[in-house]
């Protein structure tokens, strides 16, 4: 089973690292980075990671994962990224997206009538993209499944470790990761966190907030244009 990961400049890493520990200790799985380029990637705040494939050298995937990070403003964009999103789509058994990853989905026009999630602070942004927000922590929607921020990926791993494995075997895993969430603090969702902390994490990213949400309706009208045309011609 050939499980791939889009790495890109700026990728926050666990959004990627979180889903590649947990699938690649399914018996049987080849995992793999693919990016635009082999070599090292370096990752949000510093970390380098590597693409091992080349979008036109990778195989046709059963799984394929996006991942977010402030480099997904440029991913919406990358023509030859959104081209192998849609490829893959086309056999891939799971296409599936942890944090803002689900926008880049959504840029490849994959999320048109899905339902689908992102990081708390972006999932009402998915309607611009023709997509249904959910504010869970995964969504499944057919042969799409979305996780929200950045965490969520360990969720996402496990959660498709048991469709394409078993219960038993995802459970196996999460059990040698000894993944038993017990966080100090109990602020990871803004219905959980201090009101003035939510509106102060709100307030600083206000910018980067305000750069995103006109991209995105910038390319969901776009995407919107193309279907009319294309319904337009059809006989």
């Avoid at 969520?152 to 048991?162: E, N, P």
Wanted: with cysteine.
């Amino acid at each position: 089973m050939q499980i791939g990961f889009v790495l890109y400049p700026d990728v926050t890493a666990l959004d990627a690292v979180g889903p590649y520990e947990v699938l690649s200790r399914i018996p049987g799985v080849h995992a793999v980075f693919v990016g635009q380029a082999r070599g090292p990637v370096t990752a949000q705040h510093g970390l380098t990671l590597g693409v091992q494939l080349t979008f036109g050298e990778a195989p046709a995937l059963d799984v394929l994962c996006v991942p977010g990070g402030p480099g997904q403003t440029q991913c919406m964009e990358n023509q030859e990224l959104l081209a192998f999103l849609r490829r893959q789509a086309e056999t891939a058994r799971w296409m599936t997206a942890v944090c803002t990853g689900s926008l880049i989905l959504g840029a490849a026009g994959l999320l048109q009538g899905y339902r689908a999630t992102s990081h708390w602070r972006y999932v009402e942004c998915l309607a611009e993209l023709g997509a249904i927000p959910v504010s869970k922590r995964i969504v499944a929607d057919q042969n799409r499944v979305t996780a929200a921020g950045v965490s969520a990926g360990i969720d996402l791993g496990l959660f498709l470790a048991g469709l394409l494995a078993g219960e038993r075997v995802a459970q196996t895993i999460q059990l040698q990761m000894e993944y038993d969430p017990q966080p100090p603090f109990r602020c990871g969702s803004p219905e959980l966190a201090d009101p003035d902390l939510v509106e102060s994490l709100i307030t600083g990213s206000q910018r980067l907030f305000g750069e995103r949400c006109e991209q995105v309706r910038r390319i969901g009208a776009a995407l919107r244009a193309e279907s009319a045309g294309s319904l337009g011609t059809a006989p």
